[in-house]
């Protein structure tokens, strides 16, 4: 809701413009301004952390506070902008060579955040490093996690959208829940094709 209600104030403050398509009666494409594109995705980043951040404590039975949303430790915003901005730009790259790749890095790249929140300390290389290293022998498992929850996604619309209300809390309880089960094997799965 407060990213909807920044890129609302974002989009007045930066209006995007309207392109017509020529040979196309009536068909226009709207395109939002750079900098309110720019300024969006950082507060995503902002609280994709803090939510991540939020839903791991929730996950280990930590006590939470609506707090912990915007309270994370040392520069994790800082490697996370950036960790972001680098593994956004591998990911793109392999969806530019063929998709597969592109699907490939960005499973890999899937717990960034909880990483950088369970390794503060770390660089943002050496981050992007243990995100993979911990997918490794799990790319296929984090798949079908996914895919479990299609039918949940399918029945969002139906509801008026208040079932994404309990969905998405559920479905980020479990992905860090999947985080921690499968990080404690990190150094123990052998290497994998997928």
């Known amino acids: 809701i407060i990213e909807a209600i920044v890129s609302r104030i974002l989009n007045t403050i930066f209006p995007g413009t309207t392109k017509t398509i020529a040979?196309?009666?009536?068909?226009?494409?709207?395109?939002?301004?750079p900098a309110a594109q720019c300024i969006t995705w950082i507060v995503g980043i902002f609280f994709g952390l803090g939510l991540t951040n939020y839903f791991l404590?929730?996950?280990?039975?930590?006590?939470?506070?609506?707090?912990?949303?915007?309270?994370?430790?040392?520069?994790?915003?800082?490697?996370?902008?950036?960790a972001s901005i680098l593994t956004g730009i591998l990911t793109l790259l392999g969806y530019v060579f063929l998709i597969i790749p592109g699907v490939i890095l960005s499973i890999c790249f899937a717990f960034l955040?909880?990483?950088?929140?369970?390794?503060?300390?770390?660089?943002?290389?050496?981050?992007?490093k243990k995100s993979i290293s911990i997918m490794?022998?799990?790319?296929?498992?984090?798949?079908?996690?996914?895919?479990?929850?299609?039918g949940w996604y399918i029945l969002i619309p139906f509801s008026f959208g208040l079932l994404y209300f309990l969905v998405m809390p559920y479905f980020y309880v479990t992905l860090s829940?999947?985080?921690?089960?499968?990080?404690?094997?990190?150094?123990?799965?052998?290497?994998?094709?997928l």
């Open 57 to 82: 404590k929730l996950a280990r039975g930590e006590e939470v506070d609506i707090i912990d949303i915007f309270s994370y430790k040392g520069g994790a915003f800082v490697t996370a902008l950036f």
């Open 113 to 128: 955040y909880h990483v950088i929140l369970d390794n503060p300390e770390l660089g943002i290389i050496e981050v992007i």
């Open 136 to 150: 490794q022998g799990h790319k296929l498992d984090y798949f079908v996690l996914h895919l479990s929850f299609i």
């Open 177 to 193: 829940l999947f985080y921690d089960s499968i990080k404690e094997n990190e150094n123990t799965m052998p290497s994998e094709t």
């Open 23 to 33: 040979g196309l009666d009536n068909f226009t494409i709207s395109l939002t301004h």
